[in-house]
């Protein structure tokens, strides 16, 4: 079993940026591949980011390509999501998720293992 933890949620303005982290325990981190996912009220849970074990291999969603940024600390056994540019529509609760395997996928089913989110609101 892997335990995720989110935290780095908050109140930004338009334009504003914030840093999630994302701690894993319960088995080691290595060889788990690492995602973050996004639910803004009355919508679908959506993708947001993800990484190889690694770190070598990341997809970004359109909607924050260029904005956001997903970084993995293995020997802290954490995963990050740097939040630069933030908009209103950004606002949601955000998910760290993970799967053991290299292989990254941008679905939510793929994915074995959920943190409880963190709040991220945006205002204009």
């Known amino acids: 079993q892997v335990q995720l933890v989110e935290s780095g949620g908050g109140l930004v303005q338009a334009g504003g940026s914030l840093r999630l982290s994302c701690a894993a325990s319960g088995r080691t981190f290595s060889g788990y591949a690492m995602a973050w996912f996004r639910q803004a009220p009355g919508k679908e849970r959506e993708f947001v980011a993800n990484i190889s074990p690694n770190g070598g291999y990341t997809y970004y969603a359109d909607s924050v390509k260029g904005r956001f940024t997903i970084s993995i600390d293995n020997a802290q056994n954490t995963v990050y999501l740097q939040m630069n540019s933030l908009k209103p529509e950004d606002t949601a609760v955000y998910y760290c998720?993970?799967?053991?395997?290299?292989?990254?996928?941008?679905?939510?089913?793929?994915?074995?293992?959920w943190g409880q989110g963190t709040q991220v609101t945006v205002s204009s």
């Open positions: 998720s993970a799967r053991a395997g290299a292989v990254i996928y941008t679905k939510t089913t793929s994915y074995n293992y």
